[in-house]
């Protein structure tokens, strides 16, 4: 049972064009969604979160959209660079506990030059 | 910036050996995880300890346990591996204070069962 998933295996995107990665969940209790940024033979390192309470958030080129009644959320990365080249996993957390969190299965970004 | 710390890089075991994966962290954090990471299926949560010899089971926790004497180290265990248990193993750590506190991993380990 996927409660967060990312249906998009890959996505190949023109460098200075906008990229957008996309990641719909099942569960209403998620409160708190966040985005993570994974090199080969890397750890996932932390990008961008936001919370139920909001719809929108932006920290530079990177800018999370959060569509509760859809339960749904996106992550826009504009201009695109070659850096960005990464796989991309969502992420969400229940109201509860040790804030576990529920991950999709990822999306690899290819940003051509 | 948080430091997370897994012993090994990459190792290699034998089928119903006994597995030890490490993991420590340097910033204080009450919480940690392992996960295993696979081709098409993400991270999914094996164990996580929100405090020193506290435990709680994950999504997958059949076939591993987990330790936690110290607050900076957790430990994953293979009691008998297995080769289905061959995987990317990744550890985080985070804060749990206050809410919305975003978890930082290690570098992982890639754990082959021959």
């Known amino acids: 049972d996927q409660q967060v998933k990312q249906n998009s295996p890959s996505l190949s995107v023109q460098e200075g064009r906008i990229s957008i990665l996309n990641c719909d969940y099942t569960?209403?209790?998620?409160?708190?969604f966040l985005w993570y940024k994974k090199y080969p033979a890397e750890g996932p390192t932390f990008l961008i979160s936001i919370s139920s309470i909001k719809d929108k958030n932006e920290d530079g080129r990177f800018t999370v959209f959060l569509n509760k009644s859809a339960k749904h959320l996106s992550l826009h990365i504009v201009p695109s660079q070659p850096g960005d080249s990464a796989v991309y996993f969502c992420?969400?957390?229940?109201?509860?506990?040790?804030?576990?969190?529920?991950f999709g299965q990822g999306t690899r970004l290819t940003i051509n030059p | 910036d948080v430091k997370v710390t897994q012993s090994s890089r990459y190792l290699v075991k034998r089928t119903g050996e006994k597995v030890f994966l490490e993991c420590v962290q340097d910033?204080?954090?009450?919480?940690m995880f392992w996960y295993r990471q696979d081709p098409g299926l993400g991270l999914r949560l094996i164990y996580f300890s929100y405090d020193v010899k506290m435990k709680e089971k994950g999504d997958i926790p059949e076939g591993y346990s987990v330790s936690r004497e110290k607050k900076e180290r957790f430990s994953l265990i293979l009691e008998s591996a297995s080769t289905n248990q061959t995987s990317m193993y990744l550890c985080?750590?985070?804060?749990?204070?206050?809410?919305?506190?975003?978890?930082?991993f290690g570098d992982g380990t890639r754990l082959s069962i021959l």
């Open positions: 992420a969400a957390s229940l109201i509860q506990g040790a804030q576990k969190l529920v």
């Open positions: 910033m204080d954090h009450e919480n």
């Open positions: 569960n209403s209790m998620f409160d708190y």
């Open positions: 985080a750590s985070s804060l749990a204070s206050g809410r919305n506190q975003p978890q930082h």
